[in-house]
């Protein structure tokens, strides 16, 4: 078997490589943040739809 060395762009690619982003602990901040995130956009589009659907006040008020 032929042993061949990384070419220049790999090696740099490798040495410049952040292995903490990858780290278990970061992996489920990211996780736990996404989540929040995806939960606060669903409410948001959730209420937009209600209050599309329902509003609060009669729409003759805004005619006047």
């Known amino acids: 078997m ?3 060395p990384f070419l220049t762009h790999y090696q ?3 040495a ?3 292995f903490s982003s990858f780290s278990l ?3 489920r901040v990211k996780a ?3 989540h929040c995130k995806t939960y ?3 409410m948001s589009k959730r209420s937009y739809h209600f209050l599309r ?3 609060l006040q009669n729409k003759s ?3 006047e």
């Open 40 to 42: 606060a956009f669903a």
């Open 32 to 34: 736990a943040l996404l």
């Open 25 to 27: 602990i970061s992996y």
């Open 2 to 4: 032929q042993i061949v």
């Open 61 to 63: 008020n805004f005619d």
């Open 12 to 14: 740099l690619v490798y």
């Open 53 to 55: 659907k329902y509003p």
């Open 16 to 18: 410049n490589f952040d």
